[in-house]
């Protein structure tokens, strides 16, 4: 079992930054390739960003690519989503996900995904 911890939302202005952290616990974070979703009212969860077990290799959606850049340290166990150029668009409640990964396979479809944190709300205001 992994347990994810998001934290690093908030309300910011267009135009400005934000960084999430997802915090994991149990078993070796290094097994897993890991991912940022969001989901905003009355929509469906959508993939945003994910990295690869070794760091490797990420992938983004098309409409943050350029604006968000995903890591991850493995030794602190911790992954991130560093968010700039925001936009009242990428207002969303912003999900970890952790699913087993291979090698540099990078996983973008919610179903690879076993776990998940509790959500972070991102506002951004225009």
């Known amino acids: 079992q992994v347990q994810l911890v998001e934290s690093g939302g908030g309300l910011v202005q267009a135009g400005g930054s934000l960084r999430l952290s997802c915090a994991a616990s149990?078993?070796?974070?290094?097994?897993?390739?890991m991912g940022w979703f969001r989901q905003a009212p009355g929509k469906e969860r959508e993939f945003v960003a994910a990295?690869?077990?070794?760091?490797?290799?990420?992938g983004y959606a098309d409409s943050v690519k350029g604006r968000f850049t995903i890591s991850r340290d493995n030794a602190k166990n911790t992954v991130y989503l560093q968010m700039n150029s925001l936009k009242p668009e990428d207002t969303a409640v912003y999900y970890c996900a952790g699913g087993v990964g291979f090698g540099f396979v990078v996983l973008t479809s919610r179903n690879e995904y076993a776990y998940w944190g509790q959500g972070t709300q991102v506002t951004v205001s225009s």
């Open positions: 149990g078993r070796t974070f290094g097994n897993y390739g």
């Open positions: 990295i690869s077990r070794s760091g490797g290799s990420t």
